[in-house]
């Protein structure tokens, strides 16, 4: 008898169960009409007052169950009717004034995964529909392991929002001889150049480089070099810890970056196409007076030619090439619940003494937004010969992180002839 009342009770603690999810990190608003201010913010969604717009918010769980909403906000003046859709269901509910976990109503989650909540308004008689701050969760499929950006602390509304960035970190067994240049391929399938994107090819310890969608006019090849000197305000590296700039192409922009270390950067306006392959190429050498050269370019199959990006001077180095990488980041938090995909291929690093040697493995990891489980939407992987790198939307067939991938060399090594590289 004492037992089964244990059981009773360790079995309602868990289907009473309810988590307050704060809709500044977890949710989108999605808006039709130009005028339409609706916002997500740290505080939650303000400026809702069109029937056009719908808020998602995304939730995953880790096992089926039933699921029951509650709304916690205020409606300032007057009444609202708004709906609330998961899986195709809509149930609407009224709201007036405070709202402390009012019940929108309850739905059977058939299994596990991402859950998307859908949310707009149908009727008010006051400016808006309501300021809605978080949204509460109870029921069977809620537990310890439901995952989301449960607070703000570092920052993390805006980078759970971003989305988890992804890497392909290359690993090679023979090291006898220095890594003097680094070739890769990147090719982004079409529909996946959303706004936002960074499709990184040639990372190393010192910098990174390859093509972005900055907006929906506008698209950049970016290289940059961090200096040595850890700051994220550029203006506070000492003289002699700067980056220097030693050539750079035609149309080249340059200038000095910050916020996530800081250096030297470069970029060039070009309006790169989803489907199409380019090509990257990367050089690092020591140089006299304790600096290290490095200098990147880009091949425009368009134009069919290599592009130098530019080439900077690093102080206080004396290497070559080590931590060889790609990454996939999003960089815009409205657009993180879009899904992006690239393909990354055909990697090759030429040693110092001239050989060519294939990079065909590579470690799967993320950034701490996937490795505190706020964000389950990360894959990377072996497709049809060529690693990729996928993130964002919400989808549920995720990666094991550190997860080694290997591909099978084509053995035929870049044909470029250096002396006409400029």
Known sequence: MFLSVILLLVSFNITAQKLSVPLGGNSWAITKEKDDKAEVTDSGWINWNKVSTVFINYIHVSQKGSLQVYFNGEVIKGNSTVQCTINGMGKRVALSGKLNDLSVGEWIINKPGYI?????????????????????????????????????????????????????????????????????????????????????????????????????????????????????????????????????GKDIVTAEFGN????????????????????????????????????????????????????????????????????????????????????????WIRTNKGEWKPLNKAIFTSDATARKAYRLDYCGGVEKGKFFLRNCGFFNDSTKLNSLFKIQSTGLSPVIDFSLLK
């Open 116 to 248: 998307k909540i859908e949310i707009k308004g149908i009727q008010k008689t006051g400016d808006v529909f309501a300021m809605i701050d978080h949204l509460s969760f109870a029921g069977t499929c809620i537990n310890n392991a439901t995952a989301f950006v449960k607070n703000n602390d570092d920052n993390y509304f805006y980078w759970g929002r971003r989305g988890p960035s992804v890497h392909l970190n290359y690993t090679i067994d023979d090291t006898a001889d220095k890594m003097e240049w680094f070739y890769n391929e990147i090719t982004v399938p079409k529909g996946n150049d959303v706004i936002g994107s960074y499709f990184m090819a040639n990372g190393f310890a010192e910098g990174y480089f390859g093509i972005q969608v900055n907006s929906a006019t506008e698209r950049r090849v970016l290289f940059s070099v961090w200096s040595p000197y850890t700051t994220d305000d550029p203006k506070a590296i000492p003289e002699d810890k700067r980056i220097v700039l030693v050539n750079k």
């Open 260 to 347: 996530e270390g800081s250096g030297g950067q470069s970029f060039l306006r070009y309006n790169w196409k989803a489907g199409i392959t380019y090509k990257f190429l990367t050089r690092a050498i020591p140089v006299e007076n304790n600096y290290t050269n490095y200098t990147s370019y880009f091949f425009a199959p368009e134009l069919n030619q290599w592009l130098l990006i530019a080439s900077f001077n690093r102080p206080y180095t004396n290497t070559y090439l080590t931590k060889l990488h790609s990454f996939l980041e999003n960089f815009e938090p409205e657009k993180g619940n879009i899904t992006r995909k690239a393909f990354y291929h055909n990697q």
